[in-house]
C-alpha cells in the first residue's frame, strides 16, 4: 500500500481492503486539504459493506467508506479566508450542487445532485486525505477535541430531527430507538428545552445507558407486541395526560413507527429519521383523525452543523459519552466487527499515521 494516500476500501460487498490512492488536489480557489484525524462509524457504512447498497445507491465499484470526520487544514485554496493551515475542522461530508431548486430554496440536504461521501459513487473519508470546500468545514474551537469533532456528524442529523419537529421548551418528547442516532436526538431535544424526554428501545443495556446520558425516563418496547398498549403505558408511565408533543423514529421498526403515532397528543408532530423497509402497515386513520404532523428528517441543512458544535462546545451536549471505543486506521475492519455485532455504541478509527 503507498503512502501517499492510505484508504480503507470497499471493494465490493463483504471485501474491505487498505489501498495508496493519490493525494486529493485542490481544484477550486475555496477547497481545503485536509488530514483526516478521526472518523466514526456510522450503519450506513456497515450496511454497504454487508449488502453493498442502500436504497437506490447502489455500489458499482471501489468506494472509500467513512463520512463522519474531524481532521486538521493542511493547505488552502487561494480564496479561502475563514481557515489557515493547523486549524482543526469537523468534515461536513456533503458537497450539493447550489444550483438546484432545492438547493436554491435553502434545503441543500436535498439537492438533487448532492456528492455525498461514502455514498456510491463517491468515496469517503476514511483516508489520510479529504478535500472539501471551505464551506463545508467547520472550524472547531480550543475546547472541542477531534474525536468530539467526529460526532458533529450524527450530532448534525440530531439537531436536524429536532429542528423538523420543531422542539420547544416544556415540550414532552419521546424517542423511538436508543442508537447513536437516538440518543442524539435525546440530548438535542433537552438542549432545546423538552422538559420531558422518554427514550423506547427493547434492548435493556442501551435504556440503563440512555437514562444516564439524557433521557428522563425509558421505556422497554417489550413490554406489549401491541402498539396501541405501549403508547397507552408510555402515556400513563410519563404523566403525558393527552399524548406527546413530539414523537421520533430512530429505529426504523415498524411497531416502533405505528407507536409513535399512537403515543402523540392530538395535533402532535412525528418525525421519522430511522431508516427501514421500504413499505410498512401504518395507522393513517388515526395519524389523520388526531391531524398529526409527519415529517420525514434527511441528513443536515444550513446551519444544522455549526449548530452542532456549539452545543457541544457549551456544554449543553456531550458526546465523548458515546465513544466506547476506538482502532488504530490499520485494523479498521475490526472497528466495523465490533459495529456490526452490535458491540459499543460509537467507535472511532485514528487517521493514517506517517
Known amino acids: 500500500m503507498s503512502s501517499e494516500n492510505p484508504s480503507f476500501v470497499l471493494k465490493s460487498v463483504k471485501d474491505l481492503i487498505f489501498e495508496g490512492r493519490p493525494v486529493p488536489r485542490i ?32 455500489l458499482e465499484a471501489p468506494m472509500v467508506l467513512g463520512h463522519e470526520s474531524a481532521g486538521t487544514v493542511i493547505e488552502t485554496g487561494p480564496k479561502v479566508t475563514s481557515l489557515k493551515p493547523n486549524d482543526r475542522v469537523a468534515l461536513e461530508p456533503g458537497v450539493p450542487c447550489r444550483c438546484c431548486p432545492f438547493c436554491k430554496a435553502g434545503r441543500y440536504n436535498l439537492c438533487i445532485d448532492m456528492k455525498f461521501a461514502a455514498t456510491p459513487p463517491y468515496d469517503g473519508t476514511l ?36 429542528r423538523q419537529a420543531d422542539v420547544k421548551p416544556g415540550n414532552s418528547v419521546v424517542v423511538f430507538g436508543a442508537g447513536p442516532v437516538g440518543l442524539l436526538c435525546c440530548a438535542v431535544a433537552k438542549a432545546f428545552g423538552a422538559t420531558k424526554v422518554v427514550a423506547v428501545d427493547i434492548v435493556d443495556s442501551r435504556l440503563e445507558f440512555a437514562g444516564r446520558y439524557a433521557a428522563t425516563g ?60 421500504a ?4 395507522p393513517i386513520l388515526k395519524l389523520c383523525a388526531k391531524e398529526i404532523t409527519l415529517k420525514g428528517s434527511f441528513r443536515y ?18 458526546v465523548k459519552d458515546l465513544i466506547t471505543g476506538r482502532v488504530k486506521f490499520e485494523d479498521a475492519e475490526k472497528a466495523f466487527e465490533k459495529v456490526r455485532n452490535g458491540q459499543g455504541i460509537k467507535t472511532l478509527i485514528d487517521g493514517p499515521l506517517d
Open 127 to 162: 483516508a489520510k486525505y479529504y478535500v472539501l470546500p471551505e464551506d463545508f468545514c467547520v472550524k472547531l474551537p480550543e475546547n472541542v477535541s477531534l474525536d468530539e469533532g467526529a460526532l458533529v456528524e450524527p450530532l448534525a442529523v440530531g439537531v436536524h430531527v429536532a
Open 27 to 58: 481544484q477550486n480557489p475555496t477547497d481545503v486539504l485536509i488530514r483526516v484525524n478521526v472518523t466514526g462509524i456510522c450503519g450506513s457504512d456497515v450496511h454497504y459493506w454487508q449488502h453493498g447498497r442502500i436504497g437506490d445507491f447502489v
Open 301 to 318: 441543512g444550513p446551519g444544522d452543523y455549526g449548530l452542532a458544535v456549539e452545543l457541544i462546545a457549551s456544554g449543553r451536549v456531550t
Open 218 to 277: 425509558t421505556f422497554n418496547a417489550m413490554h406489549s407486541k401491541d402498539p396501541n398498549v405501549n403508547a397507552a403505558e408510555i402515556i400513563k408511565r410519563f404523566d403525558l395526560v393527552f399524548g406527546a408533543d413530539v414523537a421520533i423514529d430512530a429505529s426504523g421498526a415498524t411497531p416502533s413507527i405505528n407507536t409513535c403515532v399512537h403515543v402523540l397528543r392530538t395535533g402532535g408532530t412525528f418525525v421519522q429519521v430511522g431508516m427501514g423497509a
Open 279 to 282: 413499505e410498512i402497515t401504518f
